[in-house]
Every structure is written in C-alpha cells, then in structure tokens.
C-alpha cells in the first residue's frame, strides 16, 4: 500500500475509470501500464485503470491524477491523501480469454463479463476483445439468452401488467420512423406500448432525436409509468434510465468498425424489450443492398435466431422482412423526420405514402399478435384517434419548443434525363450527418425523388438543409465526390 496526492484532472472519460500516475513512481512500485489498481480513501475505496506518463506537467511524482468522474465516485478533490494497491484483473478477463479460443461461455461467465463492462472494470482493449470473440466466433441460441439475461440483470427493469407490446427495426434505412406512428396508434386501441428508443449513434437520427423535436423523452422511470398508466403509451429515450446498460457500452466499442455481430444483435434488442416487460414483439428486418441484411438468407437465419431466442425468454416474437432498399418517407434528420410522421398522424394527403403503408402494415401484425382485429390500425389512423393520442402522449411527456428547420440550403439536380433505379441510403445518411444531423435538429435531406421517379435534366433529387454554412459546404463537398441517386 503506498501513499499519494490526488491531482484532480478537469477530465471524464463517461466510461472507463482512469488514474495517471508519474513513470518514476510505477518504476519505483513496479506499477505497469493498464494494471487496475485500488484507490482507498477513510470512507470509500475504488478499482481503476492505470494510465502512466512520463509529462510532470500532467503529474508529478508522489502525486496520482485522477479523472474527475473518479473524484465524484470517491468524494475527493486536489490535494486529499489517497492509499494505492494493487489489484489484480477481474475473473472476466480470463472468460473473454476463453471466447477468443472459441469455447461457449455459461450464464454465470457472461454476468460476470456484462457486470465488469457495467461498471467500466474492463479496458477499452479487452471489451474489444469481447466483442471481436462474439463476431469471429458467434454466439450459440443458449448463450444469446444468458447474454440476453445477464444484460437485464445487471440493469433495471420497468413491469407493467398484462399484455405489452413493442417493436424494434434492427436499422440501416434512413427515417423508417414508423414507432412514431405505430405507438399512438396501439395506445388508441387500448394497448400497452412502452417504446424506448434510442438515439443515433451512425445514422441521421433515431427515434429519440426525432420524437425530441415534440416532446421531452429524458423521463425517469416513475414519469414513464404514470403515462402509460395514464395514456398507454410513451416514446421515450431509453438510455436515460437503467435499462441493459452493458448494451451501450457494447455498441460503442463495435461502433467504430461498424461491427454488428449477430448474436450481439439479438442479446441488444431483446435485452432492451425484456427489461421492459415485453410479452409481445414484433421485429422488423430492413433488407437491401445499403443495409446490415442483404439477402433473403441471412433474414431467414436472423429470423429463426430471434424466434428462437424469443421462445426461450417466454415472449411472443413475430418477424416480419421489409424493404430496406431506399428511404422510408421524404426527410431525413430529426426534425424533416418528425414532419413526415406528424403528416401521416394527421392525414395529410401529401403525407408520404411509404411511412404511412409500412407504420399501416407493422401496427396490424402487432394487432393480430395481441388478438385485436388488424383493420383497427387503419381506422385509429383516419378517424384522428391516433393524432389525438399523440398529442395526449406529447403533453403529458412535456412538449418542447420546435427547432427551426436550417436556414442554409442546396438544392441536388439531375444531371441527366432519365429515371431513378437506386438510391445509397448510406451516402443519403453520411450527407445528413455531415449537414449536421441528429446534433443539429433542423439539418438533413429533404428527398423529392424517390425510386422509379422519372426525371428530366436539372429536376431536384434532394434539399441538403444545415444551420450553419460551414457544415452547408461540407455537405456539398461530400456530395460532389458521392454517386447517391443511379
């Protein structure tokens, strides 16, 4: 046990919990490099990641600088006398160890993995391991469920009582906003639907970002039960509540390699609607050339999978695949999205058709599922029952003051005659993302042209819309060096 100075870091890394210590001092104590190492204070103690550096403007020798969500952990600051000793790694680590030489991991392994990732005991390294293990050599349907489990267990869980329904669109097609329209609609037949959803990590928005530009959708757990008790329904941001935290973490380590290993899917997707109480799931498959299932075999095989996985969970599991060849609607970003759905809810007849069809057709396979006639979707939707639940949904989430769509603008023409047989729904987001979507909420894509639209030379394809004309400029940078529309 050896005695330093804490040196507060105005630095939080929101994951794994760091420690510097000066190099004269790790050589001193024969400290190394990512050792975890125990911080002990009269009233509380902590395990964190040694980072060591030889900068004695960062730390000085006999000092221990530590990052501020360290110092908010332990209740310290500059200057407090902390004790240091070593500890060792976490059993977790020899589990990742024997995924990578391909052996199954048991329910009891797995918790112990998704704890230590929880709770950021794990290296940014070694939970690429993990995940890397997963995509190289897969997860059985019995590890699925225990990984499914353990993310659950490891998290809270919101109970609500008798049948409860929700859907998940495992993602890639630009907009496809249809929970915004399926979840008042459901609340209008008097069905429970706690919708959680998430918010972009690579496309132009999700569900979280666009249902933002309405209402508020950072809710504690007791607000989201009071509304559904009250309307049935919600369509909240579920990374604000402690629902499979590990799932999170998870994605942001595959994030950067556009990793998306199948059995990782599926343990995300069911973890989230298991933690909710889910009874009856409806699973929508995007299939297409730009998206993450290209062919009718692999959606076949994801399908059985979720199945499969579902019957073991003791939920209802129904998927259905859909076209995931070209936007759903016409906007892509936050606020264009949320546009097209409140066209839809309130009939508009230049509302885009596809959104409404699809949002038609995914509500009458969750209707069937619960038992209720599925023509009940399409008469919620016209009578103006389900825009009325929306706008009960939005009061009692709290409305927020819209965004203004963005001021800078350009317009996308053909440069030809002829007619449009593909569009890049990856190109399509990378432009919105670049325009400065979802951070950015009235920036995106307007598309006037869809596929099988006939064009003459110089119509508009697209509308990039930005806040800023830097971001404008990049846009159009990227664009000029981009084949979106064939």
């Not at 100075?5 to 400290?31: N, P, W």
């Not at 900068?55 to 200057?79: E, M, N, S, Y």
Request: aromatic share 4%; proline share 4%.
């Amino acid at each position: 046990m050896v005695d330093f100075r804490v040196e507060r870091l105005d630095i939080s890394t929101g994951q794994t919990l760091v420690a510097v210590m000066h190099k004269k001092d790790a050589d001193l104590y024969d400290f190394q490099h990512s050792d975890r190492i125990k911080l002990s204070t009269k009233k509380s103690s902590l395990t964190v990641i040694l980072d060591i550096t030889s900068d004695i403007t960062l730390v000085k020798p006999g000092t221990l600088a530590l990052f501020k969500d360290v110092c908010k952990i332990l209740h310290i600051r500059t200057g407090t006398k902390i004790q240091v000793t070593f500890s060792g790694k976490p059993d977790s680590v020899e589990f990742i160890r024997d995924k990578l030489n391909g052996n199954s991991l048991h329910y009891k392994e797995l918790l112990s993995i998704v704890k230590d990732i929880t709770a950021d005991r794990l290296t940014d390294i070694e939970k690429t391991y993990f995940v890397s293990a997963c995509y190289i050599h897969g997860l059985s349907s019995q590890e699925i469920v225990d990984l499914t489990k353990a993310m659950v267990a490891t998290g809270d869980k919101i109970s609500f009582r008798g049948v409860t329904l929700d859907k998940h669109c495992i993602g890639g097609v630009p907009n496809n906003r249809t929970s915004m329209i399926v979840v008042p609609i459901l609340a209008a037949a008097g069905l429970t639907i706690a919708k959680t959803s998430s918010r972009a990590i690579t496309s132009p928005a999700g569900t979280a970002d666009t249902m933002e530009c309405l209402a508020k959708v950072e809710l504690p757990q007791k607000k989201i039960l009071d509304i559904v008790k009250q309307v049935k329904g919600c369509l909240v941001h579920g990374g604000s509540m402690n629902l499979a935290p590990a799932d999170d973490k998870i994605i942001l380590v595959e994030s950067p390699m556009s990793i998306d290993a199948e059995g990782q899917l599926v343990a995300s997707v069911m973890a989230k609607k298991y933690s909710v109480s889910a009874t009856h799931v409806l699973i929508d498959i995007p299939m297409g050339p730009d998206v993450k299932v290209k062919s009718k075999r692999d959606a076949r095989r994801l399908q059985r999978l979720f199945e499969d996985v579902g019957q073991r969970l003791g939920m209802h599991v129904k998927v259905i695949v859909t076209d995931g060849s070209q936007p759903i609607g016409r906007g892509v970003g936050p606020l264009l999205e949320a546009e097209d759905v409140i066209a839809v809810l309130r009939n508009d007849p230049l509302a885009p058709q596809d959104l409404r069809d699809k949002s038609i057709l995914l509500t009458e396979h969750l209707l069937e599922l619960a038992g209720k006639p599925k023509d009940l979707a399409t008469e919620l939707l016209e009578s103006g029952a389900a825009w009325q639940k929306m706008k009960d949904i939005i009061a009692l989430q709290g409305p927020c003051r819209k965004p203004k769509l963005g001021q800078y603008r350009y317009n996308v023409r053909s440069s030809s005659e002829g007619k449009i047989i593909a569009i890049n729904n990856k190109i399509i987001s990378k432009i919105a993302r670049t325009a400065g979507a979802p951070l950015d909420k009235g920036a995106g894509i307007f598309i006037h042209r869809k596929i099988g639209s006939s064009v003459q030379k110089q119509d508009i394809l697209y509308t990039i819309y930005a806040e800023n004309e830097t971001k404008l400029n990049l846009a159009k940078k990227y664009v000029q060096g981009a084949y979106v529309v064939n």
